[in-house]
Every structure is written in structure tokens, then in C-alpha cells.
């Protein structure tokens, strides 16, 4: 699992990697590198890999760089713009095929930026796909709300896993946050540590939960809250998931001595 990439056609953010596996740092390859060559085992070298996959980046004074982690300002605009179009062009023709056309477009349009760019494609074709999956399934029901069904399943997905990963004291923040401080797996062996990272993960599920709590009603209202769910996606995708991954990221610092900020 990765910090939250959901559902990228209901305006949630994906994580770049892209600058994170040319250079390595800011996403734990350093370590994983390190963890490798020191004969660690195996189950380290797999947390550094994960740590690494999950696109989060680090500032040069070590701190959790979030909006790089959330894509920059062009993954939030890939993540933003597919189900904004869609908004617009429902709310202006009433009709759905060309909503959802217009979305599909506006999400190809960034894997040719991309193309043109000569960065990785992963973000931005996952975005087609997202879209794609969703636009599918509006098209299939002929319901323009089901557009922003299969962000319901992402969500709860990720909150199954993350709920697994604290009953296992495996918790996910731990996994993300251990690499950046440089405390790779020592922080299992402080009781402590793995209670604040336990706490740093419930943090991100209650983001996730928000989302549920207050989306699923909407979507239940039929086209009637079709504006109101489209609005609540934008602004509970990657401005809510920044804040979550910060205060994770505050919560979980350890004190004075117990290791690097």
C-alpha cells in the first residue's frame, strides 16, 4: 500500500516517484541500498523498498517533503482536472457521454505532457485508467454519480490495510516515516515508537474515513448531490491529504534524543 493514491479520477492525489528513482533520495532508496549492503535482513531491505515505492520525498534538512509527495502542482493537477472537467461539462450539457469523454481527454492530455516531458508515464497513465474505470461505469449505469463510485472501494481498501497493518504493530506510517528519519526498523524495537506510528497511521485512516463519512451520503442523494460529491472529491483529495500525511508526520516525531527529526 501507498500513502493514500486513490482514486485518481475523484481528485486524489498520486505520488510522483518519478524524481524519487532518478536520485533515490527523499524515498528511502538510499536506504534500501543500505540495508542491503550491510547484510540486513530481509524484511528491512522489503520495508525500504516499500518506503521507497510509496513516492514520498524528503526535504534537504530531512523533513517529509507532502506536496512532492502529492505529486506536485502537476500530479494534483492530474488528479484535479479529470473530475473537474467532468463536473463542468455534466453540469453544462446534462449529458453524460460527453462528460465523460471530456474527462477521459483531460486525463490523455497529461500522459502526452508527459510524453513531451520525457518523464515515467506510471502517474499519468494510471490516471487514464483511473478515469477509464470510472467513466466506464458511469456510462454502463447511466448514472453520472457512479463516475466517483470506485473511490469508495479505493478508500475502503486502503483503511482494511492500514487497520491490518496496526493490529500487526507493522503499522504503515512507520514503514513510510522510519526511512526518512533514518530509523529503517529500530523504531519496532522502542514500544513507544511503534505506538506513535500506530497513532500516525490512525491518523491517515481517519482521513479516509472522513472521506466515507461525508461522500457516501452524497452519493446516495442521486443527482441531486452529484455537485456537492464532485465538490467534496476536489477539495477532500489532495488538500485533505496533505494535511493527514503532515500531521502524521508531526505526531510521530520522536523526542528529544530518541533519534533524528
Known amino acids: 500500500m501507498t500513502v493514500p ?13 518519478s524524481q524519487g528513482a532518478r536520485t533515490g533520495s527523499g524515498t528511502g532508496n538510499t536506504s534500501a541500498a543500505g540495508a542491503k549492503a550491510d547484510g540486513a535482513s530481509p524484511m528491512a531491505g522489503m520495508a525500504a523498498e516499500y518506503a521507497a515505492k510509496a513516492g514520498l520525498h524528503r526535504t534537504h534538512d530531512g523533513r517529509v517533503d507532502v506536496l512532492k509527495s502529492a505529486g506536485g502542482v502537476q500530479g494534483i493537477a492530474e488528479s484535479i482536472l479529470p473530475g473537474l472537467v467532468f463536473l463542468v461539462a455534466f453540469t453544462v450539457t446534462q449529458d453524460l457521454t460527453p462528460s465523460l469523454v471530456a474527462a477521459l481527454a483531460a486525463a490523455a492530455v497529461f500522459t502526452v505532457v508527459r510524453l513531451v516531458q520525457r518523464r515515467p508515464l506510471t502517474q499519468a497513465l494510471a490516471g487514464v485508467v483511473g478515469v477509464g474505470i ?23 481498501a486502503y483503511i482494511l490495510a492500514m487497520v491490518i497493518s496496526i493490529a500487526a504493530k507493522w503499522p504503515v506510517a512507520g ?84 533519534g533524528k527529526p
Not at 493514491?5 to 516517484?17: C, F, I, K, T, V
Not at 470510472?134 to 478508500?155: H, M, Q, R, V
Open 5 to 17: 493514491q486513490p482514486d485518481r479520477s475523484s481528485g486524489e492525489a498520486l505520488p510522483d516517484d
Open 134 to 156: 470510472s467513466a466506464w461505469l458511469a456510462n454502463t449505469t447511466g448514472k453520472a454519480e457512479d463516475f466517483y463510485l470506485p473511490g469508495f472501494f479505493t478508500n475502503g
Open 175 to 258: 514503514l513510510l516515516f522510519g526511512f526518512i528519519r533514518n530509523e529503517g526498523l529500530d523504531w519496532r524495537k522502542d514500544p513507544s515508537r511503534v505506538r506513535a506510528y500506530q497513532l500516525g497511521t490512525w491518523i491517515i485512516v481517519g482521513v479516509l474515513a472522513l472521506r466515507l463519512l461525508v461522500q457516501v451520503p452524497l452519493y446516495l442523494m442521486g443527482p441531486d448531490g452529484l455537485a456537492a460529491l464532485a465538490t467534496t472529491r476536489l477539495i477532500m483529495g489532495a488538500p485533505l491529504y496533505i494535511l493527514g500525511v503532515w500531521i502524521a508526520w508531526l505526531v510521530t516525531r520522536p523526542a528529544a534524543g530518541e
